[in-house]
């Protein structure tokens, strides 16, 4: 049974560029949430899809962007990258949206933006 | 003020202590509550979570203080396979918020 996974693992994006980064839940999972964790500082909570649907967001700009798919894929784009965009790009699965639920996450996705 | 706090760290700690983690929370209506631990470059993995009645996994204990809006985490002899940055994370109208992390260091 193949977790969380996330593609891709790192790149490298120009200031102003636009990145699209995937992710796959977990077998059973219909909900998919979107972190970012910049060094030495903990996740913080981007959105969450539940049936194909944005439930919540956190405090990001427009730029952050996201889509659910029928088979509960997610992608979350960022368009006009900027410097302080570099972080971790976290992906996490639970079963439905309700608190309680063990979430899983992916590896993540380690953007770097020059 | 920040939703959820944490000690700031590192933890330096010899192997065989006990250490103990702290976290506060503002939202008093918060309802679930845990502990992760991440290692470095990795993604975060569920620890424990914490129950109103406390609750232990071995060398780990965790307890929870809804008066207070308190989170605690104890690690009993540590060990150096424990070193990792310890994150109290507190579910909030469905939606995880995480402290900034505590990062724990043991030592031979």
């Known amino acids: 049974d193949a977790g969380v996974t996330q593609s891709p693992t790192h790149l490298i994006k120009t200031r102003g560029q636009q990145v699209t980064l995937r992710c796959s839940p977990k077998s059973g999972h219909d909900t998919v949430s979107w972190y970012q964790q910049a060094l030495g500082q903990g996740p913080q909570f981007i959105f969450q899809y539940y049936e194909e649907e944005e439930r919540q967001r956190g405090n990001f700009p427009d730029r952050f962007s996201g889509h659910q798919y029928p088979n509960y894929s997610s992608e979350l784009n960022v368009n006009a990258l900027l410097l302080g965009d570099s972080a971790l790009y976290l992906c996490?699965?639970?079963?439905?949206?309700?608190?309680?639920?063990?979430?899983?996450f992916g590896e993540g996705s380690w953007l770097t933006v020059v | 003020r920040k939703e959820v706090e944490q000690d700031p760290g590192p933890f330096n700690v010899p192997e065989g202590a006990t250490v103990a983690f702290n976290c506060t929370y503002s939202?008093?209506?918060?309802?679930?509550f845990f502990w992760y631990r991440q290692d470095c470059r990795k993604e975060p993995k569920l620890l424990m979570s914490?129950?109103?009645?406390?609750n232990e996994d071995g060398r780990f204990t965790a307890q929870l203080n809804r008066a207070s809006q308190y989170i605690s985490l104890l690690i009993r002899d540590s060990k150096l396979s424990d070193s990792a940055t310890y994150l109290c994370v507190v579910d909030s109208n469905y939606q995880l918020i995480w402290g900034a992390g505590t990062k724990l260091i043991i030592k031979p």
């Open positions: 996490a699965s639970s079963r439905d949206p309700s608190s309680g639920n063990t979430i899983y």
């Open positions: 939202n008093s209506a918060s309802q679930s």
């Open positions: 914490v129950y109103s009645s406390g």
